[in-house]
T-cell receptor
Framework: IAGITQAPTSQILAAGRRMTLRCTQD?????MYWYRQDLGLGLRLIHY???????GKGEVPDGYSVSRANTDDFPLTLASAVPSQTSVYFC??????????????FGEGSRLTVL | GQNIDQPTEMTATEGAIVQINCTYQ??????LFWYQQHAGEAPTFLSY??LDGLEEKGRFSSFLSRSKGYSYLLLKELQMKDSASYLC??????????WGAGTKLIIKP
């Protein structure tokens, strides 16, 4: 089934630990995004990538890094997790670039708890 | 600053009609999106408006007035499965998506 796969679906980790959230899409979309969703707030963009080999910072990039080695994969890394990074993380993709409108396809989310 | 406002929560009755409003103040405008998100699940696309007027898609319709910075999502013949959060998002002049906090819709029998 075509779509976006995120892993893990849920994780608890200690503050200071390094964590990578994985995201893979099989729709050959150029653009990919990482959002975090917190109660009472709208989705906030962490990082994005318009195409393989390029990445950009979103609204809340501090403490996070991404890479886009190929079209399908867009991992998000927390170098040293802090409790404020407790959130639900959604990976998304679209078949349009950053400067075009387009429907976003979301993964099922990764619930991260930092203690 | 940029801002999207929508009600936090609404309640409606099965079979009825409900209108969820969204007002926005953004730096430019390149379209407005509505997404549906069931609890614990990912958001899914419902509609996109870039010109003024009403877009109808089955039981769901979305309206846009760019001059008023206003949109609404209209849900007809409500079903229990429509219980979800509805997210309004606006694409600004930099093609950045600005998201509202979402409206939680509760459907009662």
């Amino acid at each position: 089934i075509a779509g976006i796969t995120q892993a893990p679906t849920s994780q608890i980790l200690a503050a200071g630990r390094r964590m990578t959230l994985r995201c893979t899409q099989d729709m050959r979309h150029n653009a990919m995004y990482w959002y975090r969703q917190d109660l009472g707030l709208g989705l906030r963009l962490i990082h994005y990538s318009n195409t393989a080999g390029t990445t950009g910072k979103g609204e809340v990039p501090d403490g996070y890094s991404v890479s886009r080695a190929n079209t399908d994969d867009f991992p998000l890394t927390l170098a040293s997790a802090v409790p404020s990074q407790t959130s639900v993380y959604f990976c998304a993709s679209s078949d349009s670039g950053w400067n075009h409108t387009g429907e976003l396809f979301f993964g099922e989310g990764s619930r991260l708890t930092v203690l | 600053g940029q801002n999207i406002d929508q009600p936090t929560e609404m309640t409606a009755t099965e079979g009825a009609i409900v209108q969820i409003n969204c007002t926005y103040q953004t730096s430019g405008f390149n379209g407005l999106f509505w997404y549906q998100q069931h609890a614990g699940e990912a958001p899914t696309f419902l509609s996109y408006n870039v010109l003024d007027g009403l877009e109808e898609k089955g039981r769901f319709s979305s309206f846009l007035s760019r001059s008023k910075g206003y949109s609404y999502l209209l849900l007809k013949e409500l079903q229990m499965k429509d219980s979800a959060s509805y997210l309004c998002a606006v694409m600004d002049s930099n093609y950045q998506l600005i998201w509202g906090a979402g409206t939680k819709l509760i459907i009662k029998p």
